[in-house]
């Protein structure tokens, strides 16, 4: 298994160019999110997906957006991007099991720079 | 206001010493608490937690939660320089949101 993969690994951007950062998983676990990592913030959840079809904002969305047509990718859309975007991008598979026991796995990131 | 405070900020140990890091925590709904180990790259899953009193254990690592006053610890026994990193403590709610502190660095120096 390759786990939680993302590319690119680095992007730098102009203010007000568009992108999406991939994500995807071959664990078949129904939730995926993505989280922003700055320093001195913590990771702060972005958007998350239950499933296929759904998906729901986390603590910090706007700038961002997402979807989930198959259970093994997530991609994430800055519509237009900014400065205030510049951070670490990770995305998050989870596992539940039947007995409630959940193990989050992350992926290798991705450095994003806007200029 | 914040949901989860992590104590210390950071460490400095010697190898071969005995640390605790602290994990308090404010969340509505609670449904667990996950502790990772995060160097330089992805954080890495080191426990869950979702029952009071209960510890969880990983070799050198262990881990407990208490539900009442709201807070976990993440013990690490005979530390070495390998256990370096940020440790960073996540509750969820039930809602599926997921909140992090802004970790403990530990350094330990041989």
């Known amino acids: 298994n390759a786990g939680v993969t993302q590319t690119p690994k680095f992007q730098v951007l102009k203010t007000g160019q568009s992108m999406t950062l991939q994500c995807a998983q071959d664990m078949n676990h129904e939730y995926m999110s993505w989280y922003r990592q700055d320093p001195g913030m ?3 959840l972005i958007h998350y997906s239950v499933g296929a079809g759904i998906t729901d904002q986390g603590e910090v969305p706007n700038g961002y957006n997402v979807s989930r047509s198959t259970t093994e ?3 994430l859309r800055l519509l237009s991007a900014a400065p205030s975007q510049t951070s670490v991008y990770f995305c998050a598979s989870r596992r539940d099991n039947y007995f409630g026991q959940e193990t989050q796995y992350f992926g290798p ?6 200029l | 206001e914040d949901k989860v405070v992590q104590s210390p900020l ?8 005995t640390v605790t890091l602290n994990c308090s925590y404010e969340v509505t709904n609670f449904r667990s608490l996950l502790w990772y180990k995060q160097e330089k790259k992805a954080p890495t899953f080191l426990f869950m937690l979702t029952s009071s009193g209960i510890e969880k254990k990983s070799g050198r690592l262990s881990s407990i939660l208490d539900k009442k006053e709201l ?3 993440l013990n690490i026994t005979a530390t070495q320089t390998g ?3 940020v440790y960073l403590c996540g509750p969820s709610d039930t809602g599926n949101q997921f909140y992090f502190g802004t970790g403990t660095s530990l350094t330990v120096i041989p």
Do not use: C, M, N, Y
């Not at chain 1, 990131?109 to 806007?114: A, E, K, M, N, Q």
């Not at chain 2, 950071?10 to 010493?17: P, R």
């Open chain 2, 10 to 17: 950071s460490l400095v140990v010697h190898e071969g010493d």
């Open chain 1, 109 to 114: 990131g991705t450095r994003l720079l806007v």
């Open chain 1, 73 to 75: 990718d997530f991609p």
């Open chain 2, 71 to 73: 807070f976990s610890i």
């Open chain 1, 42 to 44: 913590g990771l702060r």
């Open chain 2, 83 to 85: 256990d370096s990193a």
